[in-house]
């Protein structure tokens, strides 16, 4: 067996060193090739584009604070990018939030705005947002994107933000009433609070009614400077006073106040008017429905057809005066007919029988008091001196 020899220790340190050497050396080779070049690798100022020199991004502000805008209205705000490399810069647009919006850049010579700008080395541009206040008001932030050839910074992020108010408010929203009484009328009110830069003018204030000059006034008067006060953002404001004079026709109202005024601007206000407009007659009946005030006879086949019974009931001191004739029906293929007033228990009150028939072979129709199919109507004429007309709602589409 030939003996173990163990190396000189001189000549395993000199291998080591070597190993040790091409290891390390290759690894910074490998290194250097599987990692990209990153910012920070360079001293600012040392970056060069091909074959030159490159510029250099300075903002002085990314975030404006613009206050309040009116839902609807729109703002602009212009940042500054300038260029303090030593090399054009090249600035596009990116990216923006849904309602913001990037101008072009402005022209150095006065010409048309470009979508891609070149900055000259210590030369600034402006970058312009342009944004619109959306939905019922509340919190903004809205953000723009510019991309640049700066290799140190290649996007600049401006934020626009601050606070959407409404341009008008209603208080209340719309004006409801119940019940308007056919002999005494309705008074109601409504607080119309403004967001403008200055106190509201009224260019026009009316309701949209076909006998609004008849049933119907409205007028205006400006807001205590306390209410406004009171209400968040306010700038300024009117009280809408309506009044409904008596005899209207018996039945469900609905109308709108329409307004408008300058805030500077031009708006355009509307107000949502529902009412029940009840007296001395009332309305009952098995497809009669109260809460919407309306004869309710839904589909209905036009080869059957169909047969339903509506009571006037009168009371008060003009009863007896009440001699229903009917005047106006839609489908016309509505039969409408009067039976004979009764007295109820002692005579305090009347009531009349209407007999509602849609003949069998009816011609197709929608009046199902929807979008599609505006409501149809009995129209009859009372006799009675407070209440002399009765519309009467008919929800109805009649098919095959």
Do not use: Y
Not at 134 to 153: H, N, S, V, Y
């Amino acid at each position: 067996m030939n003996p173990v020899r163990i190396p000189n220790p001189w000549i395993v340190a000199a291998v080591a060193v070597a190993c040790g050497a091409m290891v390390g050396g290759g690894g910074a080779v490998l290194q250097a090739v599987s990692r990209p070049w990153q910012v920070g690798d360079f001293r600012p100022g040392a970056a060069t584009r091909a074959g030159g020199p490159a510029g250099a991004v300075e903002v002085g502000e990314t975030v404006h604070g613009f206050g309040t805008v009116g839902t609807g209205g729109s703002g602009t705000h212009a940042f500054v990018i300038r260029n303090v490399g030593s090399g054009p810069l090249t600035l596009r647009r990116g990216a923006t939030s849904c309602t913001c919006t990037i101008s072009d850049f402005e022209a150095a010579d006065g010409g048309e705005p470009a979508a891609e700008k070149v900055v000259p080395p210590g030369d600034s541009t402006k970058v312009t947002l342009q944004w619109k206040g959306k939905g019922p008001g509340g919190p903004f932030r809205q953000q723009a994107t510019i991309l640049t050839d700066d290799p140190r910074r290649p996007e600049v992020v401006f934020v626009v933000e601050g606070t959407v108010v409404p341009t008008w408010k209603a208080v209340p929203e719309s004006v409801l009433l119940p019940r308007v009484s056919a002999a005494a009328g309705e008074r109601a009110e409504v607080r119309l609070f403004t967001f403008g830069s200055q106190p509201p003018v009224v260019e026009r204030l009316a309701v949209e009614h076909a006998q609004a000059d008849q049933f119907f006034s409205l007028a205006s008067s400006p807001l205590s400077a306390a209410d406004v006060a009171g209400e968040l953002g306010a700038t300024g404001g009117l009280l809408l006073t309506l009044q409904i004079a008596p005899g209207l026709p018996l039945g469900p109202l609905r109308t709108s106040i329409e307004a408008v005024l300058r805030l500077p601007e031009e708006v355009a206000v509307s107000v949502p008017v529902e009412a029940t407009v009840g007296g001395d007659l009332v309305l009952a009946g098995a497809a009669w429905d109260s809460s919407r005030q309306a004869l309710l006879l839904g589909t209905v086949s036009g080869r059957k057809g169909l047969r339903t019974q509506l009571f006037i009931t009168a009371r008060g001191p003009h009863r007896d005066s009440v001699r229903p004739v009917v005047r106006e029906v839609v489908p016309d293929s509505l039969d409408v007919s009067i039976g004979e007033a009764m007295p109820i228990g002692e005579g305090g009150a009347v009531r009349i029988p209407l007999s509602v028939v849609i003949p069998a072979g009816s011609r197709a129709a929608n009046h199902l008091c929807s979008e599609q199919g505006p409501a149809g109507r009995i129209v009859i004429d009372t006799g009675h001196p407070d209440s002399p007309t009765l519309s009467i709602p008919v929800c109805v589409a009649i098919g095959p």
